[in-house]
């Protein structure tokens, strides 16, 4: 996550940077530095960034699960941690989802998938309407 893209999640959750540390278990210094790009925001802070601003969204742009919108093949759905714990509008939340055929080594790589998918998609078009 750019660091322009966390400063613009704060503000849309109406946050100072006290409260988000708050929130995000972190030191307000930590959030000035993700702010400024002094400091890479890491994966846990990313994630629940990206979960806090979900929750702001309208149902109606999160209704569909992603096994939905993506037409996954019965037996991947099995398979997917993302169908097992029922986060079919949270599944770029979770790790070990199979998306494109494949579980992702890491955060990051996952990130860089989910970025592109159409399940993500309003998040991202929202939150790129902010900044
Ligand atoms: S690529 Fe990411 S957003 Fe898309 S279905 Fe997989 S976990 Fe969900």
């Not at 006290?18 to 929130?23: N, Q």
């Not at 990313?46 to 209704?63: G, N, P, V």
Request: aromatic content about 10%; charged content about 25%.
């Amino acid at each position: 996550m750019k660091a322009e893209e966390f400063a613009a999640i704060r503000k849309r959750l109406g946050k100072t940077q006290k409260k988000m540390a708050e929130l995000l278990g972190v030191s307000v210094k930590a959030i000035h530095s993700y702010e400024q790009g002094w400091r890479k925001i890491p994966a846990h802070v990313e994630r629940q960034a990206f979960l806090l601003f979900s929750r702001t969204l309208e149902d109606s742009k999160t209704t569909k699960p992603c096994w939905v919108i993506n037409e996954c093949l019965p037996h991947m759905d099995e398979k997917c941690p993302a169908w097992e714990f029922r986060f079919g509008t949270l599944c770029w939340f979770i790790n070990g989802t199979i998306c494109e055929g494949k579980v992702h080594a890491n955060w990051n790589e996952k990130m860089e998938v989910c970025r592109k998918c159409k399940v993500m998609a309003p998040l991202l078009s929202e939150l790129n309407s902010s900044t």
